[in-house]
């Protein structure tokens, strides 16, 4: 079993419209929660940490659910440059090598 | 905004030849980390360091590989002898206490011919 899941998708998005996106971890031991952006050939870039209570930043929104060991990301009223790979990111213990998910693709249309 | 910043962007180099990757991480930041990312791909954790030595490496990281800090700043990845399939970008990332995760370098694009 992957360490961490993503459905690759991708999303296609009106621009304007919302869209949510989950990802997977199998360990249970698992600490910190992330979701980096990366874009074309560069580098990931930190969108958010996730908390356990839920955490908002502007249109996005990231949940974590640890008995059922998933997290998700919703992007409200997408913009065109919301288009890129959504990164899940897991570690387990502070300081520690991070844990990449494959990525889930969104495309923002016009 | 600090910046990871990495040297060269991208290197050519021909097969069996060494190569040195540069990083220069976050001043104030402890922990080091290097990650690559073969196209289409995911990218994988290759080894993370701290307090001037290695304190986790992947099974991706073999004798062919190594890493130094030579001074207050740098932070360098050696491949000793490439191959075809070390081609990927490797990323360079750190953190450190009140860091807001982990901040990752633009990359450099390893191309073996």
């Known amino acids: 079993r992957k360490e961490v899941e993503q459905d690759p998708g991708p999303f296609n998005v009106p621009e304007g419209a919302t869209v949510a996106f989950n990802c997977t971890y199998s360990?249970?031991?698992?600490?910190?929660f992330f979701w980096y952006r990366q874009d074309c050939r560069k580098e990931p870039k930190l969108l958010m940490s996730?908390?356990?209570s839920g955490n908002e930043d502007g249109r996005f929104t990231a949940q974590l659910n640890r008995a059922s060991q998933y997290i998700s990301l919703l992007i409200r009223d997408s913009k065109l440059s919301d288009s890129a790979t959504y990164l899940c990111?897991?570690?387990?213990?502070?300081?520690?090598?991070?844990?990449f998910g494959a990525g889930t693709q969104v495309v923002v249309t016009p | 905004e600090p910046e990871v910043t990495q040297t060269p962007s991208h290197q050519v180099t021909q097969m069996g030849q060494e190569v040195i990757l540069r990083c220069v991480p976050i001043?104030?930041?402890?922990?080091f980390y290097w990650y690559r990312q073969i196209l289409g791909q995911k990218v994988e954790f290759l080894v993370s360091?701290?307090?001037?030595?290695?304190?986790?490496k992947s099974e991706i990281f073999d004798d062919q590989f190594s890493v130094e800090r030579p001074d207050g700043s740098n932070f360098t990845l050696k491949i000793r002898s490439t191959k075809l399939e070390d081609s990927a970008m490797y990323f360079c990332?750190?953190?450190?206490?009140?860091?807001?995760?982990?901040?990752f370098g633009s990359g450099t694009r390893l191309t073996v011919v």
């Open positions: 001043s104030n930041h402890l922990y």
């Open positions: 360990n249970s031991a698992s600490q910190s």
């Open positions: 990332a750190s953190t450190g206490p009140g860091a807001a995760g982990y901040t």
């Open positions: 996730v908390y356990s």
């Open positions: 360091f701290y307090n001037n030595e290695i304190s986790e």
């Open positions: 990111v897991v570690n387990s213990d502070s300081w520690g090598k991070l844990q």
